[in-house]
């Protein structure tokens, strides 16, 4: 029985597997390497009683995506992006700037304290 059973390699994930959709049916497109692309789930697993040959080529998906990717990038206003990173790096300075005068009022008050106790150990009403 063990030379008759067969193992079976678990298939290799392909990067759209289950991210591409198929349009008629719904189900998630699966990578098969004898056709270079993705093929509808549907079909894959039940034929034609499911889904019809569904195809796309990975490259043309690749290539469609940079495509869409590039042309999203160019609708951006990076004026805008850039306004409000310069506001929030402004207001980040100012907060920090105002712990920063916190600070050094607390070490300022400190000092005067450590000056006042010199003073009275000095006209010895305190001792060491």
């Not at 990067?15 to 079909?43: H, I």
């Amino acid at each position: 029985m063990k030379l008759r059973s067969k193992t079976i390699p678990a298939p290799k994930r392909h990067l759209f597997t289950n991210m591409a959709y198929c349009a008629d049916c719904g189900k998630g497109m699966r990578y098969r390497s004898n056709r270079k692309g993705y093929v509808c789930g549907g079909y894959a697993r039940f034929g034609n009683k499911a889904c019809s040959s569904h195809v796309i080529k990975e490259e043309v998906l690749k290539q469609t995506i940079i495509h869409d990717i590039q042309s999203l990038m160019q609708q951006i206003d990076k004026e805008y992006y850039l306004k409000q990173l310069e506001e929030k790096e402004k207001q980040s300075q100012l907060s920090v700037q105002k712990k920063l005068d916190k600070i050094n009022k607390q070490i300022d008050a400190l000092k005067a304290r450590k000056r006042k106790y010199i003073e009275l150990l000095a006209d010895e009403k305190i001792t060491q």
